[in-house]
């Protein structure tokens, strides 16, 4: 079977660090993808991890651990165009062309 | 570089009404795909061709929807008839072979049907 989890809401201050946390059990793995979701728009790339570790990208980073099925999405010096859903994605192995998207986290930041 | 594009971005019908959206993915771009999206959740993959071959249809309703992807470029999305639990956001992504070696799936702003 194949199940991503994602908190539902988050909230956050301007200026602050967030971290938005990502399970995931599949069948198969090959790549985590994040994509930001701003109301009424299409879902952007923001990062992909297919190794361990951390992908950073500017304000953005991405991190994986493929043993423990866990990605988090860090959003340092929040701004309040950042309020947005944030959106996990994991790829399936057996079908590489396949992005299963968990329901995302919905994230307001305040001034 | 345009971006994926959908039209229409929004639509309303009655139910039992038939509905159809169009999609031009990014240029020398294969691989397309539909995507649903209902309200607070995460797109769900309906199909995805690669060149004019539908590779991936599991999750399309047959009985009422139906894609076509001629030539290998546009395609369109068809409901036929439309019912009230139809009304979500379809989402027209497409990459370069696939999602494979990392490739990004870019996805077009998506048509908004309301079924009444």
């Known amino acids: 079977g194949q199940n991503i989890d994602q908190p539902t809401e988050m909230t956050a201050t301007e200026g602050a660090i967030v971290q938005i946390n990502c399970t995931y059990q599949?069948?198969?793995?090959?790549?985590l993808f994040w994509y930001q979701q701003h109301a009424g728009e299409a879902p952007t790339f923001l990062s992909y991890?297919?190794?361990?570790g951390l992908e950073e990208k500017g304000r953005f980073s991405s991190f994986l651990s493929r043993s423990k099925g866990y990605s988090y999405l860090l959003l340092k010096e929040l701004q309040m165009k950042d309020s947005a859903s944030y959106l996990c994605?994991?790829?399936?192995?057996?079908?590489?062309?396949?992005?299963?998207f968990g329901t995302g986290t919905r994230l307001q930041v305040f001034p | 570089e345009a971006g994926v594009v959908q039209s229409p971005r929004y639509k309303i019908i009655e139910k039992k009404q038939p509905v159809a959206f169009w999609c031009n993915p990014i240029?020398?771009?294969?691989?397309l795909y539909w995507y649903r999206q209902n309200l607070g959740q995460g797109p769900e993959l309906l199909i995805r061709?690669?060149?004019?071959?539908?590779?991936?249809d599991s999750q399309l309703p047959k009985d009422r929807f139906s894609a076509e992807r001629l030539k290998g470029v546009d395609s369109t999305l068809k409901i036929q008839p439309a019912e009230l639990g139809d009304s979500a956001v379809y989402l027209c992504?497409?990459?370069?072979?696939?999602?494979?070696?990392?490739?990004?799936?870019?996805f077009g702003e998506g048509s908004w049907l309301t079924v009444v």
């Open positions: 992504a497409s990459s370069l072979r696939g999602a494979s070696s990392g490739n990004t799936i870019y």
């Open positions: 240029s020398g771009h294969n691989t």
């Open positions: 994605a994991v790829r399936d192995r057996r079908n590489t062309d396949k992005l299963i």
């Open positions: 991890n297919v190794l361990d």
């Open positions: 599949t069948s198969g793995f090959n790549g």
């Open positions: 061709y690669e060149n004019e071959e539908a590779v991936d």
